[in-house]
């Protein structure tokens, strides 16, 4: 029964659960499926890419967690805008970040239809979405730890299968197995035009493939208000997934480029497939189906948690029907959920006759919102020191390495991002559906009057 009181979220999350559902949702289908395109870009030279990105993302994580060990609460960055950098931030960030996260889910439920499939052939996709949205929904109604629970196991299914194609990748490298027992070694790294064939230019075409795959990494931000003990469960979080995301994707991206060409990648399917049937492994390619299965199915549970949550927020504040802010007694914002689970759910019907070029479309403002979100972050942090005085900032608990120079440079980063985005053919459509979603929400603050609110 839902209750308009003032009852609170609960704070039953763990620090093991909040790690992994971030890794969870960082690391997902594009690593098992979608890093060939990123490859071919710019060949084994994604590695650089792949290093230096996660570093942005490592002052970016810094930030908010800065913000977060101080003030932990539901909305996170979405919160810190509105405090730090105004209203209308606020409002804008709260806003692009459900619809990135809906937009994203809408692409992994319709995915999930398509896995199936390998399976049981013949049922139409959307039936496979449908249950996979209601199963999700179902979840985000348990009590937090319960969620968290499960989110925990999803994301483990995917760092097991990781680490063991690492480890069997290894073995092929240095022992040959499955090779004769003839190493392979890292020859492949180098032997077909270069570390870089491509040069510089193929590396930093493939920069926003690189950046979009560790959206997610932030959700650890949206969990602040349920999390226990903050100061010491988010801090451990924000530096453990940084590291284990960078060395599973470095590390896996490593081993599959030293065992096959580069520029056969994504030729004869998924490297994880072929690397596990190398070694002698008749199941690999239902092993490696099952795995993207629980990702996708992984990343939708994350992002009805996390659009929930945001909706929760800007109810709070008067930014979105005040329904949605009320909480069920497992202290759960079932509206806010059943909301997001119902934009799903249109989602689901619009991706059976919406052109594919036009959901394309769609998608691209989930790409430019997840570095918008990015850049709010680091302008929320930024202000959230000046806004200091001097002898409070050596007693901050938990602060940003090399600030303010790691701020600006991770700002300069991200607009050059934008900028390679409006370069590419593919990418360019997210240049211009991007700022014109964030003026649609902005109109719409002003002739809602919104701004006239205190």
Not at 50 to 70: K, N, T
Not at 311 to 335: D, M, Q, S
């Amino acid at each position: 029964m839902l209750k308009t009181n003032k009852r609170e979220l609960h704070r039953g999350l763990e620090e093991r659960h909040i790690t992994l559902m971030s890794l969870g949702a960082a690391i997902g289908v594009g690593l098992f499926l979608g890093s060939a395109s990123a490859i071919k870009l710019a060949g084994p030279g994604i590695l650089l890419g792949y290093a230096f990105s996660g570093l942005i993302m490592f002052f970016i994580m810094r930030a908010l967690g800065e913000m977060a060990v101080q003030n932990p609460v539901a909305g996170s960055f979405s919160r810190y805008a509105r405090d730090y950098l105004g209203p209308l931030a606020g409002y804008i960030t709260g806003w692009n970040y459900w619809f990135l996260w809906v937009v994203t889910c809408m692409a992994e439920i319709t995915a999930v239809g398509i896995y199936m499939e390998y399976w049981i052939p013949g049922v139409p996709r959307w039936v496979w979405a449908l249950a996979a949205l209601v199963a999700m929904t179902t979840v985000n109604f348990l009590a937090v730890k319960a969620y968290g629970e499960l989110e925990f196991w999803f994301a483990l299914v995917k760092i097991v299968t990781i680490v063991g194609m690492i480890l069997v990748g290894l073995g092929i490298i240095v022992f040959g197995f499955g090779n004769g027992g003839v190493a392979t070694g890292i020859g492949n790294l180098w032997n077909h035009g270069g570390l870089f064939p491509h040069g510089l230019k193929g590396v930093l075409l493939s920069l926003q493939m690189v950046m979009f795959a560790y959206l997610g990494i932030e959700m650890i931000g949206v969990t602040a208000g349920e999390v226990k003990n903050p100061e010491k469960t988010l801090s451990k979080a924000i530096d453990s997934v940084f590291w284990r995301i960078l060395i599973f994707y470095v590390g896996a991206l490593f081993v599959i480029m030293s065992i096959y060409p580069w520029n056969e990648i994504g030729l004869k399917g998924s490297p994880f497939v072929l690397t596990f049937q190398k070694v002698g492994i008749p199941w690999a390619p239902g092993i490696i189906n099952f795995v993207v299965l629980t990702a996708a199915l992984s990343s939708c549970n994350s992002g009805i948690f996390s659009t929930g949550r945001m909706l929760y927020n800007l109810a709070e504040h008067g930014e979105a029907p005040r329904i949605f802010g009320r909480l069920t007694k497992n202290g759960v914002p079932g509206l806010a959920v059943l909301a997001s689970a119902g934009a799903l759910l249109l989602g689901v019907l619009l991706n059976g006759i919406v052109p594919e070029q036009v959901f394309t479309w769609v998608t691209s403002i989930a790409t430019f919102g997840a570095i918008w979100t990015w850049a709010v972050i680091l302008l929320s942090q930024i202000r959230y020191r000046r806004s200091l005085k001097n002898e409070y900032h050596s007693k901050l608990k938990y602060k940003m390495p090399l600030f303010p120079l790691s701020s600006y440079v991770s700002l300069a980063f991200l607009a050059f991002v934008i900028i390679l985005m409006g370069y590419g053919e593919d990418t360019r459509i997210a240049v211009i559906i991007g700022p014109l979603w964030i003026a649609f929400l902005v109109l719409f603050y002003f002739l809602k009057g919104l701004h006239k609110r205190t």
